[in-house]
């Protein structure tokens, strides 16, 4: 069974408490813009998700954080293309990060794929039951009910922002002071 449209009139909120008071195994695929981002389940909770969005790129991601910079992801990247070993496992054997840095920050980037998806404006959707996880998507376990909490809280804090600049076009940009 398939169920596709689009988020102005099936919020993703609703969505995803369709799928997981439903118990659904599948993929939901959003997207928006030429961004496309797919969401796992299995008996309704969430078990991967994998992005084609630029900034969503685990080496992006690294540098975002400050683990690596630029340089280093150059430099790893290129020995991906030659190699054709993955990212992860690259970062790790070049002494970059340890196993244990290198998953705690896949684990906020899998998090922050999720809850990104609530700052689409508007998106198409599609789910798809029986579609198994993508061998590239990024694993986790994640309740529907915590994901769509955390992402409709994640709504409400944007728009307090906006209010508080008194500007709806203010972007908040992390300046480096903490």
Do not use: Y
Request: proline share 4%; net charge negative; with cysteine.
């Amino acid at each position: 069974m398939s169920v596709s449209g689009r988020i102005s009139t099936f919020p993703l909120a609703d969505l995803l408490q369709w799928i997981g008071l439903s118990r659904k195994t599948g993929r939901l695929e959003l997207s928006s813009n030429r961004v496309s981002s797919s969401v796992f389940f299995d008996q309704g909770r969430v078990v991967a998700c994998v992005s084609d969005d630029p900034t969503k790129l685990l080496g992006q991601f690294l540098v975002f954080r400050g683990a690596i910079d630029e340089g280093v992801l150059r430099d790893v990247m290129a020995e991906q293309e030659s190699s054709g070993r993955p990212i992860d496992g690259i970062l790790v054997e070049a002494g970059h990060l340890t196993r244990a840095q290198l998953d705690e920050h896949v684990a906020a980037k899998a998090e922050e794929t999720l809850l990104g998806l609530f700052d689409w404006a508007d998106a198409t959707f599609r789910f798809d039951e029986g579609v198994a996880p993508h061998p590239k998507a990024m694993r986790l376990d994640v309740s529907v009910d915590d994901l769509a909490l955390r992402g409709v809280q994640r709504l409400d804090d944007a728009a307090r922002i906006r209010e508080a600049f008194g500007d709806p076009t203010a972007i908040p940009r992390r300046t480096g002071d903490d």
